[in-house]
């Protein structure tokens, strides 16, 4: 039955397709036999289609479990988030079955508005509402915000033992699930282990995949596509183990050595099920391109043996079920993608995603999606998806990233769109080879490409489409037998019992009543209080709770980017870059990590811009309109939010600079608030000038531009291009055309607006600003206009060329808001000064060009800082100069030091009470408390400054170790001891405290 209903839908593809059918045919790679049993031929290597049947939860085959539920939540009519994980929460406290299982929270049937984000992070916990027409549970997800409404799971790289077990075959092929090791010490039957593949250079060669076009960086680094897969040890014989799944890729020595690992402890969760559910998010409903609502209706990480079963996802920006690449065994079946809202452009409208092995997508449906059924970079499979249907699809479906290998497309159907395993080149940065050793089988689509890579091989056995590509085509336009590979693999390897287990999940009511969550939680838990470390200038230096701040200075990447995930953590910090569907470093940064490495590193203070450009593609530095949206991964994203109207350069539409993007300024705000937790500081770089001046690249993006805004701003179009360079930086500052002042000044009220309860804050005008004063002071006018009407006392700071500063602080009224001095632009040398002119159109690199006198000694700094704490000696001075030493910089005056972290308590408590003497030619810089004591940096050619000593007190001295910021006593002494003068003329750091 199965095949007669399909021979209509096929009829009129093969008519179509026939005269365009010019494919290779080839005879079929397998067959069934007389009894009924798969039959492989392998190539001349050994290389056969892998087994696909361990895709799914608990390895294929198992039907999902039956989970009693243990709480109901019925809806109120107000925002429920805190109500349903307040029930998560609870389930996750009760203890685990036999099975590994703790229950399910039940959704009543009804609208949930979930304002927030709904997290899973134990195992054994389902959540579960109704499905049927008319009587369904509904999760509105409410609000702004880039969010997966329910999150499932953590990161969750497994711990691996020390021992690396080589792999002793020379060549193990594709398909094989047995292999000899080195060692098989210490393995039994049912560990887990972990199988590498190395890449190489020598691979990349082969491949093709070490040169790209034009000199473009799009090449592959061989050494950085590696391999890995996941599996259980089913049986030891002799050397020689035996596996739960194939490996997908021949594992071969002339690339490097494989080898294995005993997974000895994972946190991955397992048994979580999310089931019976209708996902809708809410959105701009007069913006049908609008992006600032839910992007993903379920997301899994770190997790295994787990299943998504019946949700449907409507309106979402980016997919409704995604597989993370920790995450194993996992089904998800009969779910659907509706009525996408986003822009169409790249990294959308990807329907259902895994990066993950061993998923089985099953019966999920797919409409109006760019990218409807995907596999991520070195996705080591099996992954398959079965039954699985589109209409109006946008894209392309197959492989996005790096040579996924082990992926089935069983009985798939993409309405008008393009399946595809394939080659494909510099897409997202040289993705290059995206499928190999893959499968589309029994499917349909517009168009079917099918390539083979070098090494590998993929297959096309029973389409129907318009054909392209060298693969292996077999049996085009005609039926295969078996009808399924997948459920013929299963059969075979589990038996026929594994088939029924496929089939549709009925809902079953609970076995016994289940309690409300008023009965089980009757009072919710409050918000967590966290303790505040805000900080304050105190006296000309910046502290919290009475001490100096100390640790260096960290900046942001705002240009460039990887999604492969052993090249994206290559970049470094970026609070407002943005991976859709992923975090990590170089991703969406997780902000607790990103705290949580500037703790580690001793940095305190964080230099945020917007980024260069939002599009990678824009990497390339070409100043063309791009020919499509396709844009490329991670995004920098831009302070103004697209208005879903025209077409800006990068092919996504235009932006409307009156109004705002609100996930950037929220990771502003989230940022902010964590540092204050942790006692760090956002310094909050309003503007940023490389988007104006330099390579004329760097404009063509920029929302200020005609052809990117809605409004008017009249800059010249089109632009003023010399050569590849440009000069948009008199324009940018012109504050008296009417449309720009406007923006401007609306743009610098919402910097503030949305960081003004947050006092662990720095607001500078921006980044490399090399401007005129004229734009400084309207800058500082609108902050002291904001401030007058608000009544808000932000910390505001002075970044810019010498002459502009100076003029700035010679101003009372304008020198009045300016809390903090930052020198960035100008600085001393030992011998001279390198001070450029404020708004002379050059970029800061270009002025130091031109300059041969050198960079600032750590004493010329510090003269620096002293000089100007001792004009204005209650504004802190921070800086980005190199600190070359951070102790005559901090007892000169300077914020922001980077002191040793391990700093004697009592020696940090006496500097946070001290203050900056005024600096003298060849004295020591030196610090005095009220209390008397003295802390002094004498060496190169700074001596002492004996006459600061009371005649009538008595000193212990303290020499410092400025590596390490520990005191040791040398002893007490009277103020005209000899051996007190002789211990000052030995040492350069030392701290004497008055009895």
Same mark, same amino acid.
């Given at each position: 039955?199965?095949?007669?209903?399909?021979?209509?839908?096929?009829?009129?593809?093969?008519?179509?397709?026939?005269?365009?059918?010019?494919?290779?045919?080839?005879?079929?790679?397998?067959?069934?036999?007389?009894?009924?049993?798969?039959?492989?031929?392998?190539?001349?290597?050994?290389?056969?289609?892998?087994?696909?049947?361990?895709?799914?939860? =608990?390895?294929?085959?198992?039907?999902?479990?039956?989970?009693?539920?243990?709480?109901?939540?019925?809806?109120?009519?107000?925002?429920?988030?805190?109500?349903?994980?307040?029930?998560?929460?609870?389930?996750?406290?009760?203890?685990?079955?036999?099975?590994?299982?703790?229950?399910?929270?039940?959704?009543?049937?009804?609208?949930?508005?979930?304002?927030?984000?709904?997290?899973?992070?134990?195992?054994?916990?389902?959540?579960?509402?109704?499905?049927?027409?008319?009587?369904?549970?509904?999760?509105?997800?409410?609000?702004?915000?880039?969010?997966?409404?329910?999150?499932? /799971?953590?990161?969750?790289?497994?711990?691996?033992?020390?021992?690396?077990?080589?792999?002793?075959?020379?060549?193990?092929?594709?398909?094989?699930?047995?292999?000899?090791?080195?060692?098989?010490?210490?393995?039994?039957?049912?560990?887990?282990?972990?199988?590498?593949?190395?890449?190489?250079?020598?691979?990349?060669?082969?491949?093709?995949?070490?040169?790209?076009?034009?000199?473009?960086?799009?090449?592959?680094?061989?050494?950085?596509?590696?391999?890995?897969?996941?599996?259980?040890?089913?049986?030891?014989?002799?050397?020689?183990?035996?596996?739960?799944?194939?490996? %997908?890729?021949?594992?071969?020595?002339?690339?490097?050595?494989?080898?294995?690992?005993?997974?000895?402890?994972?946190?991955?969760?397992?048994?979580?099920?999310?089931?019976?559910?209708?996902?809708?998010?809410? $959105?701009?409903?007069?913006?049908?391109?609008?992006?600032?609502?839910?992007?993903?209706?379920?997301?899994?990480?770190?997790?295994?043996?787990?299943?998504?079963?019946?949700?449907?996802?409507?309106?979402?920006?980016?997919?409704?079920?995604?597989?993370?690449?920790?995450?194993?065994?996992?089904?998800?079946?009969?779910?659907?993608?509706?009525?996408?809202?986003?822009?169409?452009?790249?990294?959308?409208?990807?329907?259902?995603?895994? $990066?993950?092995? +061993? %998923?089985?997508?099953?019966?999920?449906?797919?409409?109006?999606?760019?990218?409807?059924?995907?596999?991520?970079?070195?996705?080591?499979?099996?992954?398959?998806?079965?039954?699985?249907?589109?209409?109006?699809?946008?894209? %392309?479906?197959?492989?996005?990233?790096?040579?996924?290998?082990?992926?089935?497309?069983?009985?798939?159907?993409?309405?008008?769109?393009?399946?595809?395993?394939?080659?494909?080149?510099?897409?997202?940065?040289?993705?290059?080879?995206?499928?190999?050793?893959?499968?589309?089988? +029994?499917? &349909?689509?517009?168009?079917?490409?099918?390539?083979?890579?070098?090494?590998?091989?993929?297959?096309?056995?029973?389409?129907?489409?318009?054909?392209?590509?060298?693969? #292996?085509?077999?049996?085009?336009?005609?039926?295969?037998?078996?009808?399924?590979?997948?459920?013929?693999?299963?059969?075979?390897?589990?038996?026929?019992?594994?088939?029924?287990?496929?089939?549709?999940?009925?809902?079953?009511?609970?076995?016994?009543?289940?309690?409300?969550?008023?009965?089980?939680?009757?009072?919710?838990?409050?918000?967590?209080?966290?303790?505040?470390?805000?900080?304050?200038?105190?006296? /000309?230096?910046?502290?919290?709770?009475?001490?100096?701040?100390?640790?260096?200075?960290?900046?942001?990447?705002?240009?460039?980017?990887?999604?492969?995930? #052993?090249?994206?953590?290559?970049?470094?910090?970026?609070?407002? =870059?943005?991976?859709?569907?992923?975090?990590?470093?170089?991703?969406?940064?997780?902000?607790?990590?990103?705290?949580?490495?500037?703790?580690?590193?001793?940095?305190?203070?964080?230099?945020?811009?917007?980024?260069?450009?939002?599009?990678?593609?824009?990497?390339?530095?070409?100043?063309?309109?791009?020919?499509?949206?396709?844009?490329?991964?991670?995004?920098?994203?831009?302070?103004?939010? =697209?208005?879903?109207?025209?077409?800006?350069?990068?092919?996504?539409?235009?932006?409307?600079?009156?109004?705002?993007?609100?996930?950037?300024?929220?990771?502003?705000?989230?940022?902010?608030?964590?540092?204050?937790?942790?006692?760090?500081?956002?310094?909050?770089?309003?503007?940023?000038?490389?988007?104006?001046?330099?390579? /004329?690249?760097?404009?063509?993006?920029?929302?200020?531009?005609?052809?990117?805004?809605?409004?008017?701003?009249?800059?010249?179009?089109?632009?003023?291009?010399?050569?590849?360079?440009?000069?948009?930086?008199?324009?940018? $500052?012109?504050?008296?055309?009417?449309?720009?002042?406007?923006?401007?000044?609306?743009?610098?009220?919402?910097?503030?607006?949305?960081?003004?309860?947050?006092?662990?804050?720095?607001?500078?005008?921006?980044?490399?600003?090399?401007?005129?004063?004229?734009?400084?002071?309207?800058?500082?006018?609108?902050?002291?206009?904001?401030?007058?009407?608000?009544?808000?006392?932000?910390?505001?700071?002075?970044?810019?060329?010498?002459?502009?500063?100076?003029?700035?602080?010679?101003?009372?009224?304008?020198?009045?808001?300016?809390?903090?001095?930052?020198?960035?632009?100008?600085? $001393?040398?030992?011998?001279?000064?390198?001070?450029?002119?404020?708004?002379?159109?050059?970029?800061?690199?270009?002025?130091?060009?031109?300059?041969?006198?050198?960079?600032?000694?750590?004493?010329?700094?510090?003269?620096?800082?002293?000089?100007?704490?001792?004009?204005?000696?209650?504004?802190?001075?921070?800086?980005?100069?190199?600190?070359?030493?951070?102790?005559?910089?901090?007892?000169?005056?300077?914020?922001?030091?980077?002191?040793? =972290?391990?700093?004697?308590?009592?020696?940090?408590?006496?500097?946070?009470?001290?203050?900056?003497?005024?600096?003298?030619?060849?004295?020591?810089?030196?610090?005095?408390?009220?209390?008397?004591?003295?802390?002094?940096?004498?060496?190169?050619?700074?001596?002492?400054?004996?006459?600061?000593?009371? %005649?009538?007190?008595?000193?212990?001295?303290?020499?410092?170790?400025?590596?390490?910021?520990?005191?040791? &006593?040398?002893?007490?002494?009277?103020?005209?001891?000899?051996?007190?003068?002789?211990?000052? &003329?030995?040492?350069?750091?030392?701290?004497?405290?008055?009895?």
């Amino acid at each position: 039955m199965r095949r007669i209903r399909k021979i209509a839908t096929y009829l009129l593809l093969a008519l179509a397709t026939f005269a365009a059918c010019q494919a290779e045919q080839l005879k079929p790679v397998f067959r069934v036999d007389e009894a009924g049993r798969l039959v492989y031929d392998a190539d001349a290597r050994g290389n056969v289609v892998p087994d696909f049947s361990s895709a799914g939860y =608990r390895g294929g085959g198992v039907s999902l479990p039956r989970v009693d539920a243990k709480v109901r939540v019925v809806p109120s009519g107000a925002d429920d988030t805190r109500r349903i994980q307040a029930a998560i929460d609870w389930v996750s406290s009760l203890p685990l079955d036999s099975r590994g299982i703790r229950g399910a929270v039940e959704l009543a049937p009804g609208e949930f508005i979930v304002a927030g984000q709904l997290k899973i992070r134990a195992s054994g916990v389902s959540l579960r509402g109704f499905a049927g027409e008319g009587n369904e549970t509904v999760l509105i997800a409410a609000g702004e915000g880039r969010r997966d409404l329910i999150s499932v /799971g953590s990161s969750a790289s497994p711990e691996l033992e020390a021992e690396r077990r080589s792999v002793l075959e020379g060549y193990l092929p594709v398909g094989a699930r047995e292999l000899a090791l080195s060692s098989v010490e210490g393995l039994s039957a049912g560990d887990s282990i972990r199988i590498t593949r190395p890449g190489s250079k020598l691979w990349a060669t082969d491949l093709g995949m070490d040169i790209a076009p034009a000199r473009t960086p799009f090449n592959w680094r061989g050494e950085t596509v590696v391999l890995r897969w996941d599996r259980v040890v089913l049986g030891i014989s002799g050397d020689r183990i035996l596996l739960d799944a194939p490996v %997908t890729t021949a594992l071969d020595a002339r690339y490097g050595e494989s080898y294995a690992q005993k997974i000895v402890a994972s946190s991955a969760l397992s048994q979580i099920g999310v089931e019976d559910l209708s996902c809708v998010s809410e $959105y701009d409903l007069g913006n049908s391109k609008d992006e600032n609502h839910s992007w993903v209706a379920v997301s899994l990480n770190g997790v295994v043996d787990s299943w998504v079963n019946n949700v449907t996802a409507t309106h979402f920006a980016l997919s409704a079920v995604r597989v993370g690449e920790d995450c194993r065994r996992v089904t998800v079946q009969d779910c659907s993608f509706l009525a996408p809202v986003s822009e169409i452009g790249g990294h959308r409208r990807q329907s259902f995603n895994t $990066y993950g092995q +061993q %998923t089985l997508f099953l019966r999920c449906y797919s409409e109006d999606a760019i990218e409807d059924f995907t596999v991520g970079h070195l996705a080591t499979g099996p992954n398959v998806f079965l039954d699985c249907t589109t209409r109006m699809s946008r894209g %392309t479906s197959g492989s996005i990233g790096h040579w996924a290998s082990g992926i089935l497309f069983d009985n798939v159907h993409v309405d008008g769109g393009i399946l595809a395993l394939d080659n494909r080149e510099i897409y997202n940065q040289g993705v290059g080879w995206a499928a190999a050793n893959s499968v589309i089988y +029994q499917s &349909s689509a517009g168009e079917i490409i099918t390539r083979r890579p070098p090494t590998a091989n993929n297959w096309a056995i029973g389409v129907w489409a318009l054909f392209r590509g060298d693969g #292996t085509w077999i049996q085009t336009s005609e039926f295969a037998d078996p009808d399924s590979l997948y459920r013929a693999q299963l059969q075979e390897r589990v038996g026929e019992g594994a088939i029924q287990a496929l089939g549709p999940r009925l809902m079953i009511a609970n076995r016994m009543a289940v309690p409300e969550l008023e009965q089980v939680v009757p009072e919710l838990p409050r918000a967590e209080l966290y303790e505040k470390k805000s900080m304050q200038v105190v006296h /000309g230096q910046l502290q919290v709770d009475g001490l100096p701040m100390i640790g260096s200075d960290a900046g942001i990447t705002w240009w460039r980017g990887r999604l492969l995930p #052993t090249r994206a953590d290559q970049f470094g910090y970026s609070i407002t =870059r943005f991976t859709p569907g992923r975090s990590g470093s170089g991703l969406t940064d997780d902000l607790h990590a990103v705290t949580n490495s500037m703790l580690e590193k001793g940095q305190v203070a964080l230099r945020h811009h917007y980024g260069l450009w939002y599009d990678r593609r824009r990497d390339d530095h070409q100043m063309s309109r791009r020919s499509s949206s396709e844009v490329w991964a991670p995004f920098y994203e831009q302070p103004f939010a =697209r208005s879903g109207v025209g077409k800006a350069w990068d092919g996504l539409s235009k932006f409307d600079l009156f109004e705002y993007n609100p996930w950037y300024f929220q990771r502003l705000d989230d940022f902010a608030e964590l540092a204050e937790r942790r006692g760090l500081v956002l310094v909050n770089e309003m503007f940023f000038q490389h988007n104006i001046i330099e390579s /004329g690249a760097h404009w063509v993006d920029n929302p200020w531009r005609p052809v990117n805004a809605l409004q008017q701003t009249e800059f010249t179009e089109p632009p003023p291009f010399k050569g590849d360079t440009i000069q948009m930086a008199d324009e940018f $500052y012109d504050i008296e055309h009417p449309v720009r002042r406007e923006v401007n000044r609306a743009y610098i009220r919402k910097c503030l607006d949305n960081l003004s309860d947050q006092r662990n804050v720095i607001h500078v005008i921006g980044a490399e600003y090399t401007g005129p004063l004229h734009f400084m002071e309207f800058w500082l006018d609108v902050v002291a206009e904001w401030m007058e009407e608000t009544g808000k006392d932000p910390v505001i700071g002075l970044s810019c060329p010498k002459d502009v500063q100076d003029a700035i602080l010679e101003d009372r009224t304008r020198a009045a808001i300016v809390d903090v001095v930052d020198f960035q632009y100008w600085w $001393y040398t030992d011998s001279d000064v390198f001070a450029p002119d404020g708004g002379a159109s050059l970029a800061p690199r270009q002025e130091v060009r031109k300059w041969k006198g050198g960079r600032p000694s750590g004493d010329s700094l510090a003269r620096m800082v002293s000089e100007y704490r001792e004009r204005y000696p209650e504004k802190a001075v921070i800086t980005t100069l190199e600190i070359k030493d951070p102790w005559a910089y901090a007892l000169a005056g300077g914020s922001f030091a980077p002191l040793p =972290r391990e700093i004697d308590s009592a020696l940090h408590e006496v500097l946070g009470k001290a203050r900056p003497l005024p600096g003298k030619a060849n004295v020591a810089w030196t610090m005095r408390s009220d209390a008397g004591d003295l802390v002094a940096r004498c060496g190169k050619g700074r001596t002492f400054d004996q006459s600061l000593l009371h %005649t009538n007190f008595e000193y212990e001295f303290y020499s410092v170790d400025a590596k390490s910021g520990s005191t040791r &006593s040398e002893g007490r002494f009277r103020a005209d001891s000899k051996t007190l003068m002789k211990l000052i &003329s030995e040492h350069e750091l030392f701290w004497l405290r008055p009895i």
